[in-house]
């Protein structure tokens, strides 16, 4: 028997946060849902890889064509949160390059959560409570 766990919970006003390699188009691709026709019955391959049905209006992200700093993709992107992208950059770090990050909301990342996605080229940074721009409620 195959038993596939998840790796993550429900929780209000948590965020998961990501970043990464991905390029515009690639990371396009990777959070395309295509109605689990092509991964196992998951939504996308994000949601593969995550072992973990979530809803798309939780996902934040954003994709640079060239590697940049984590602040020209949060500015890129628009947030609407100051407070927020200083947290992802103290967690991240200001000054190193990458290409995307993505910010999952409303979830907790369970003790079997992996630090790499999308054949490493997405890394798990941290997760925290902040309060959610959007919920089921």
């Known amino acids: 028997m195959n038993i596939v766990t998840s790796t993550l919970l429900p929780q209000s ?3 998961v946060f990501f970043v990464g390699s991905l ?3 690639e990371l396009d691709d990777y959070l395309l849902e295509d109605r689990g026709q092509k991964h196992g ?3 996308s391959r994000f949601s593969f890889d995550l072992r973990r049905f979530y809803d798309h209006d939780f996902i934040s992200a954003q994709a640079s ?3 940049v700093q984590l602040s020209e ?3 890129a ?3 609407g949160d100051e407070k927020l992208g200083l947290e992802m950059q103290r967690r991240f770090g200001a000054s190193v ?4 990050f993505i910010l999952l909301w409303n979830y907790v990342p369970t003790s079997i959560f992996p630090s790499a996605f999308c054949a490493g080229r997405l890394l798990f940074v941290d997760d925290w409570e902040w309060d959610a721009p959007f919920s089921d409620d």
């Open 23 to 25: 390029a515009p188009e």
């Open 41 to 43: 019955g998951y939504a």
């Open 97 to 100: 390059l990458l290409r995307c």
């Open 13 to 15: 006003n948590h965020v």
């Open 65 to 67: 064509p060239k590697p």
């Open 77 to 79: 992107h628009n947030l």
């Open 73 to 75: 993709l949060i500015a």
